[in-house]
């Protein structure tokens, strides 16, 4: 649970890397013309240990450090990594600070369970239009996901069915993509 110093520090050190533009895609941080520049959780890691550079040191836990200086979970320090690293150049680095702008103005005692599962959803509903024969695999996980979203307690059982039947659901349709391929390669480019 992230205290109101916490957020706020983080809060003011997201701001302080996106005005001194430190905010840098693919690298946790490096040394460029005496400035240092990293990625979101790389600029955090700088200002928790203000000798990191990736180039001299290999944290091997650096989300973690992040997430617990700021109490929040690792899982989202590492969602922070790959979206950062996954928007456009500038968006990520005002991504960087909408982020920190959020997290401040949760709760202190934020839910960090639920919004794992909303995250799951979220995800998983991407994934729906395209799962084809998966599909109803798919929607029998997401459905789990928002019912534990809003609390309510999903037993073990229920849990496992769905990731037996995503599992199977995958592997049918890594056969049938491998048979196509096969096929296609036996047949030549003929339909």
Partial sequence: MATPAQ???LLE?????YAADMLLKQTYGRIEDDSFKGCSVGCHLRHIKPDFDNDHHDYTDKHGIVARYYGYPEWLALLQDAIFEGLP????AKWHV????????????????STLHRVHVAILRVSYHTAGEAKEAVQAVI?????????????????????????SAAWSAAESAQNKRLHRLIMGDRP
């Fill in 89 to 92: 150049n500038g968006e990520s």
């Fill in 143 to 167: 459905d789990l996901h928002e019912r534990a979203s809003r609390g309510e307690s999903i037993e073990d059982a229920a849990w496992s069915a769905a990731r037996s039947a995503a599992w």
């Fill in 98 to 113: 909408h982020l920190a702008e959020t997290l401040a103005g949760l709760n202190d005692n934020h839910d960090w369970q």
């Fill in 7 to 9: 957020k706020s520090e």
């Fill in 13 to 17: 050190q997201a701001r302080a890397h």
